[in-house]
């Protein structure tokens, strides 16, 4: 990660590097160390949403006086904010906290079967806005590009012109390459498709793309429920399949090309249907979130509701039809879940989007049937969890991949806007 750039950032931090004094050792090598602290700074920010100087000083072991030189060059940058007072504190002087700014953003797209996600990001993992924009029919490439401008423009003009736009990040339902050419999204229809270099095109931002679960479990491992989780498996169900992201070890897992994790086409059923990939019994064809809206005869702009709608109906007299349908995807996720369990040694598996349905309606089975048949050693302490509700890890993640460079070299937004001026 990030997954692909055609990347100006990168090209503006390699021209900052280059920029930077050639003569004696010592400045370099000062310049040097300054950047690197501040990096390290900003992503403790970044990741904790908010600490005190004295905090930085300890988990840097830097002493305190640095630690506000580059706090004030950050504040500088438009990277952090120092204003709230800790209230956790309870002797002594107030300590300021210094914060990541609202006012950098990272502009995220998720497109889907049927809608395209759009958000801006701000640092620190927080969503400051996002709109569900539907579509009729899987947009083209063409058409998301078309979408988000026009959805971009109407966000920008409601926020401070003073707002800074690092990047683009998008969440896509399929195989991103290191360009950030989707490769293949078989549920959109979209092979080869230069989505990043189109959209960099139309709004003169860098962009960077990856696939929508493992930008999922990257945001589950910084700021969601995996935090802290060194050994970790995402798997989210939505409109176009079933993704899956994996940390290892407190890595993300991406495999000699990036397409690793994509549990999706785990073989669950020999006798199955075929799946989009060509072969037969995948998890994501046989556990489909069209046969759970199916089963409850819901409108497709209802979505939104159909996991109240479901729980619900399996509380109704008259559901076995529907009780039937879940039970079989919760024993054929189970399968599923049972060669994570063998191959990962996870510690924990997080649920997401319509993946949830099955393990609030079949809690127990749900384990029951992963802890079952697994191997001994890896099934015992593995946690079957609840990842959120809403499509925002998604979005959080993908706002990672345009804040990776500036979290990287914060500042290089220095040659940036000396650049512009
Ligand atoms: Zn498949």
Not at 106 to 123: E, T
Not at 281 to 305: F, K, M, Q, W, Y
Not at 329 to 338: E, G, S
Request: proline fraction near 5%; hydrophobic fraction near 45%; aromatic fraction near 2%.
């Amino acid at each position: 990660m990030p997954r692909s750039a055609p990347s100006s950032t990168e090209e503006r931090s390699g021209d900052a590097v280059r920029r930077l004094p050639a003569a004696t050792g010592l400045g370099t090598n000062q310049d040097a160390v300054r950047r690197h602290n501040l990096s390290t700074v900003l992503r403790l920010v970044h990741s904790s949403g908010g600490v005190s100087r004295a905090q930085l000083a300890r988990a840097t072991g830097v002493n305190r006086s640095t630690i506000a030189a580059l706090v004030a060059e950050l504040v500088q940058l438009g990277l952090v904010v120092e204003e709230s007072f800790d209230q956790t504190r309870q002797l002594g002087r107030p300590s300021l906290l210094v914060e990541p700014s609202r006012g950098a953003l990272a502009l995220v797209v998720n497109p889907d079967l049927d809608a395209v996600r759009i958000g801006l990001v701000s640092l620190g993992g927080h969503l400051v806005t996002s709109v569900r924009f539907a579509t009729v029919r899987p947009p083209s490439a063409q058409e998301v590009v078309n979408i988000v401008t026009a959805v971009f423009a109407g966000m920008r003009s409601g926020l401070d012109a003073s707002t800074r736009y690092i990047g683009v990040g998008l969440a896509i339902p399929g195989l991103v390459d290191a360009e950030g050419t989707v490769i293949d999204a078989p549920h959109l229809g979209w092979r080869d498709e230069p989505l990043s270099q189109l959209l960099s095109e139309a709004l003169g931002l860098p962009v960077w793309a990856a696939n929508d679960a493992v930008v999922g479990v990257r945001a589950q491992s910084l700021f969601g429920e995996g935090r802290g989780v060194n050994d970790l498996v995402y798997l989210y169900g939505g409109a176009s399949g079933i993704g899956g992201g994996v940390v290892s070890g407190g890595r993300l897992v991406d495999g000699a090309n990036g397409f690793a994790g994509q549990l999706g086409h785990t073989h669950v059923k020999s006798d199955g249907v075929q799946c989009d990939c060509g072969v037969v019994g995948c998890l994501e064809a046989e556990v489909t979130r069209r046969e759970l809206i199916d089963a409850v005869g819901l409108a497709d702009d209802d979505v939104e509701s159909l996991e109240e709608v479901v729980l619900r109906r399996l509380e109704e007299p008259g559901s076995e039809e529907l009780a039937a349908i879940v039970d079989r995807q919760v024993q054929l996720l189970a399968v599923a879940l049972r060669s994570v369990v063998s191959l990962l040694n996870p510690s924990m598996i997080l649920l997401g989007g319509f993946l949830r349905i099955l393990l609030l309606a079949r809690p127990t089975e749900l384990t029951e049937a992963v802890h079952a048949s697994a191997i001994r050693g890896p099934r015992e302490d593995v946690a079957v969890a609840l990842a959120p509700r809403s499509e925002e890890p998604l979005l959080v993640g993908a706002a990672e991949l345009a804040f990776e460079a500036i979290l990287a070299d914060p500042a290089s937004l220095h040659a940036e806007a000396a650049a512009q001026s």
